[in-house]
């Protein structure tokens, strides 16, 4: 999620200037690094929630490290002013994790990474049985190819993850975990998306366009349906590349 953060997730955090984050999927700790930097210029909270975090998280004043899933550890939090949701990529997982940031107003500010191929259409499970038998697509350890439904039998994108075998289908999927929840729920939100990097979700309560310069950079993001397709066009380009890449090396 790094990469969104200069240009997109930064300038939106120093306007709505945030008391409380929660970050769901830490990993290495390269979002949660300049994360902790603003907690530390502004006085505010990290909440990083990771059950596997790859990174020394202790000895960080600013920093609450949940050693939990992030089904578990929510409700153990609380309220929060802005989130970034980059954790276990499926429906069931994000659908609830939005509802429980919901159960709180306002909504917070909430970045939602993979938004766009390979999961936006598509579960993918760090361990499937962290997941309900009945809310888990068929999966299996084998990778991905961008413009091919089926999953290759070698080489491919995350083929060490367990994939869903089918992708398009209903409950499935973060982009389709987002667009559900804001059918569900009765709160007035608006998404606004962007395609490259595997998509980012900027989803947000409508009540935050009142705020002038909030507004401005929202509007900013807007582009032309035709440079929306050539955006995604690059994106698919990009993914193509890595792909074959990705399939030399392996
Ligand atoms: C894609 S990485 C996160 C990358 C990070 N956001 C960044 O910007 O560098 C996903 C992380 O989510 C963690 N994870 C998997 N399932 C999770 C869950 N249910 N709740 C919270 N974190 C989870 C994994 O351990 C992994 O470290």
């Excluded at 992030?70 to 949701?85: E, K, M, R, V």
């Excluded at 998306?193 to 309560?205: D, K």
């Excluded at 366009?209 to 066009?233: D, G, T």
Aim: aromatic residues 10%; proline residues 8%.
């Amino acid at each position: 999620m790094y990469i969104y953060w200069h240009l997109i997730m930064e300038p939106l955090l120093e306007i709505v200037q945030p008391r409380t984050i929660i970050e769901i999927g830490a990993e290495r700790g390269d979002t949660t690094r300049p994360l902790l930097d603003f907690c530390q210029r502004h006085d505010a909270t990290l909440h990083s929630i990771d059950p596997h975090p790859l990174f020394d998280w202790q000895n960080e004043p600013r920093l609450v490290m949940h050693r939990a899933l992030s089904l578990q550890a929510l409700p153990t939090i609380g309220a929060c002013d802005a989130c970034l949701i980059d954790g276990d990529h499926n429906y069931y997982t994000v659908f609830n994790e939005l509802m429980l940031i919901g159960r709180n107003q306002p909504f917070p500010l909430t970045f939602v990474h993979d938004i766009g191929w390979p999961y936006g259409r598509r579960d993918s499970y760090y361990d499937p049985r962290n997941i309900p038998a009945e809310h888990r697509h068929q999966c299996v350890k084998m990778g991905l190819l961008p413009g091919l439904s089926a999953l290759v039998p070698k080489g491919g994108f995350n083929a060490n993850l367990w994939n869903a075998r089918a992708e398009n289908t209903p409950k499935n999927g973060v982009l389709t975990a987002v667009e559900d929840f804001m059918k569900a729920t009765s709160l007035e939100l608006e998404l606004v998306t962007l395609p490259a990097f595997y998509g980012l979700g900027i989803l947000f309560p409508k009540q935050l366009l009142q705020n002038q310069p909030f507004a401005e950079f929202i509007e900013s993001l807007h582009v032309s349906p035709v440079m929306l397709r050539y955006m995604e066009l690059a994106e698919l380009l990009r993914l193509k590349q890595a792909a074959r890449q990705a399939g030399e090396e392996s």
